[in-house]
């Protein structure tokens, strides 16, 4: 029941938009599914929700973006780079394989682990920047109604 969920806290009946569109043909099993809730909560409103969007942590993160990171830091001669360009299938053998951008993203973020620290630095500031605004948000309030 991942595409239908009770949000008592605002008395709605959550849905996808895909769920609704299956529950809007009668006698289908998310119609029965959809009527037998709605049975439980009769006050409830239903409702479709958006999926989230994914945050790409790592955006801006690619093939060029590394090489130059791998090459200002540990110098274009370095082992690193190496590795890189034979990731890549740059190399002299006529025969070489090419990894995948996934499997070199994975590589270069084991090597250079301050990228993912950089994400959760970020993260830990929005969150602060967040919860200043509702603390300021809440005070203005505050001040309004008295």
Sequence with gaps: MKNITINFQKSTIEMTQSFANAASKYGSSAYMELINIKRDFPHFEVTTIKPSKKVNAFKGLDINFMEEYISGKDGAESDEMKEFNILRGK?????????????????????????ENARANIDAIVAQAKETHKQQKEAREARKAA
């Design 91 to 115: 190399t002299d053998d006529k025969f070489a394989a090419k990894a995948t951008f996934g499997e070199i993203k994975v590589w270069f973020l084991a090597k250079y682990p301050e990228f």
